[in-house]
């Protein structure tokens, strides 16, 4: 048995017995399990409130999660490479809009590419054979894609904001692009910073001889990850969500407003840039509808109950479960977000259209251009799709 000085290495060893005897069938000598249950009550009264050790029934994240995420990279890779290059092939004209989105694909396409470990680790009943680094990376890659997709999609609704309320406003057209490639730094140099300590709490253990890559913290550490879990859920997430639910208010009212373009021309100029800003309104809605509410809230749950003391093994299995369940959902953004693109893109679906005779045919009486009387597009309209 080790010696006294490794009091948490003991402890935590003995919260895997009740997955050996479950798993395996094996039951420790009396003597040895004596030794450290003593062991295990002296760390637990000096260290945390005591709490039932819990096996977790996860048998269905073994079928789901390789099945979701291998979808995700078979989509998410091809759409993510192919909004990089057709924004990098504009790059001279880029609009502050499509820098935003650039920067929101590169954020996807690591992601995206990390997602075959966690096929394999998930597929192989959480085998996790890559190292500890590799771990870390993968978890730090998983919550800065999230995060980083948050911060980059508020940047383009506060973008869609003030080109439709503030379409005069002096001090959002003398930044122009330069600022936006400096805000998109200053949001990466944000995201790091907020996962930064993913690195230190995410780690491998030991169970069912088996290791395993946890996704935020090893067990024993639950009450040390719990400020950090709620300030970085509080920070990426419950701020940004407000900030893009009160401009899209905002722009909503404006919108259903009969006399919502004045200043401007109410032909095909005005109709094209409801549509547009619609059309963003709801793909972003969509987006954290789906991908990071549900997400963010189960963790938050789960983070609760994990540490609350002597919460019932159904009830943290219950919560373990549903948040692990919206998991996928989290990383289904990486597919949503090349859609957005599309969506919100017309110059971008136009050439798709030209490039694809067969999708031309399908779809170009669906997605033709408004053009004015004269039949060419308004010089005007050019400009209000530049800024916006």
Partial sequence: MPTTTHLSTESSFLGLLPFSSFYLGLELEPTVSSALEGLAFV???VSRPSSPRCTYKEDFKRILLPAVYSLVFLIGLPLNSAVILKIWRLRPNLSRNNIYMLNLAMADFLYVMSLPLLIYNYASHDYWPFGELACKMVRFQFYSNMHGSIFFLTCISLQRYVGICHPLASWHKEGGRRLAWIVCFGVWLVVAILCAPTFHFAATGTQRNRTVCYDMSR???SLDYYPY??????L??????LAVTACYCRMALLLCRPAAYQGVSRSAVASEKRDKAVRMIVVVVVVFAVSFLPFHLTKTLYLLVRTLPGAPCATRNLFSVVYKCTRPFASMNSVLDPILFYFTQPRYRQSTLRSDPR?????APLLQ???DPGGMESEHHDDIRREI
Avoid at 236 to 241: I, R, S
């Fill in 369 to 371: 251009t408004r053009r």
């Fill in 43 to 45: 760390d637990s009264n």
């Fill in 236 to 241: 990426g997430f419950v701020l940004p969500f």
């Fill in 229 to 234: 879990g709620m300030a970085l859920t509080c």
């Fill in 359 to 363: 999708t031309r045919d399908s779809l």
């Fill in 219 to 221: 067990p024993d550490r």
